[in-house]
């Protein structure tokens, strides 16, 4: 571990250099006065120079830092080895820092270094393009565009913090253990109405991180999660700082934090978040979940990795699921029954994301059709594009309905007002299941999955943001239609076993469809014919 740490750390700071030196090179072009180039393409090259500069500066640091912490983290590691809640120093402290401080000064480093980049390249490439009418000048607009948004949230991201105080989560106990109740208070600064209450959110994420050549790609799957609302009345209110109380039970099956290899990890993260006006509040915390004393039996699994692919880890909740505190879905009597109605753009702001992604996502296939890109590019961004188009109007006019009329259970989804609807009786349905359904924005997602007792299953309403509001309605149903309610929440984890201390875990291999391990090659197959015969051709 301390060679790879060192080899890493080296290439950080070889990796500087080389953006420095090609820094560097602009600047010194530009301020030579050698060549004929106009004082404001000078001044931009001295801009974009500056940015590389920073840049490979920030990288070098960051590498030497890095170094120094591992090596710091070892010390602690070796000195506690039998108490891992003391591995962070502000765990050890009893109190889990906020996680959204880093976050600030990263949104600022990609702020400045996006807005550099995005309006020096605009302000040379777009007086070109727009003295020749070529139809891409729109299309460049995109890139400036996204570096204001990135710019914008920093600059929130500094409101909220100056507005509301560097928070913290102070612990009842110095750490917190599967069977046993997560108490403690988080530190705010909140002084504002709150006329919805806080919403807290405690999730256990197993995050697993690929990588496939240059691109990496970063895959959360939740394995428990719970959901509480505080009312404002229940904040201690100090001189300086409010209190937020803090509690969840953890169900005696939860899984242990483990952050050994920063490619395969599990940890508890405690989000909080409220809607005050201006702009709301919001923090994230990572806790610390450990055993004191693992059982014999911790230390093997009872299944074979190769089949946690595919098997469902499932969350054990309290019988009696409260009410959401704000709901999205709709419930009302009518002369047959109970209708249980979800509205279409119950979410604004998830819906206004989608659309905005699928938009520029629109304009890079229309840009890559406009300018004869080879065929295969806009079939496949196309096909993408095409899941993006259904994903908004699913947001804007998907709705679903699931009725109780008697001992008969009715559902029914629309798309733009058309859909089917479906009946099934009680005696015929084995369960109503609350699962996760992808995530959106960092959060998950959940669905109503109905399952038959023929074996065969669908889903029945989706898009549902809270697991709560999922276990409620399920329950809800369940008992209109004189069943055992089952509040079991299923979540899908497709990477295998989440690691675990002193348990052996060899992570499962994925198999991809016949037809997908023939779709890529044939692609390959494609693009080099095409640049073949455009070989020939010229």
Known sequence: MSQTTKAGAIFAVVFGAIFCAFGFLPILIAISGRTNTPLSVRVLMVTFSL??????????????????????????????????????????????????THGIVALWVAAIFANAVAWSVTSIVWPQLLSHREPKVYFILIFPAISLVILVAA???????????????????????????????????????I?????????????????SGKNTTTNDVTLWEDERNVPAEALINGPAESLIPVEFNLPDSAYDTHSDNPFNQVFWQL????????????????????????????????????????????????????EPASPTVRVSQTAAGTQFYFPAFAYPGSAFAILLFAAVWTGIVYFLIHQHAPLIFPIVFGFFDLILIYAVLY??????????????????????????TRRASADAISGLHPVSNGTMGGSPLFALRLTTSDGKSQMIAGGIHSSQEARWVAQQVERLLAMRPDTEVQFLDAYGAPPQRNVAVIRPSITFPRWLRLLVPLIAAAIFAYRFYLFFRH
């Open 195 to 211: 006329p919805h209450g806080i919403d807290l959110r405690l999730r256990c994420i197993h995050r697993v991180v690929t990588s």
């Open 395 to 420: 947001s804007f006019t998907g709705t679903a309905r699931i009725a109780v009329e008697g001992r008969d259970l009715i559902w029914q989804k629309k798309l733009l007002g058309i859909g089917n």
């Open 271 to 322: 989000r909080v978040s409220a809607d005050v006006p201006g702009v709301d509040y919001a923090d994230e915390f990572t806790i610390p979940v450990f055993r004191r004393q693992l059982k014999p039996s911790d230390a093997t699994l009872d299944a074979p990795a190769s089949s946690a692919a595919t098997t469902p880890s499932r969350q054990k909740e309290e019988t009696v699921v409260p």
């Open 51 to 100: 940015v590389f500069i920073g840049a490979g500066v920030s990288v070098a640091i960051a590498g030497v830092l890095s170094y120094r912490r591992a090596n710091a983290l070892r010390a602690i590691r070796a000195a506690n080895l039998g108490s891992p809640w003391l591995w962070r120093d502000d765990w050890a402290s009893g109190r889990a820092a906020s996680d959204l």
């Open 155 to 193: 600059i929130r991201a500094t409101i909220r913090r100056q507005r509301f105080g560097k928070g913290y989560f102070e612990f009842a106990t110095l750490d917190f253990e599967p069977g046993h109740a997560v108490r403690g208070n988080i530190h705010a600064r909140l002084y504002t109405s």
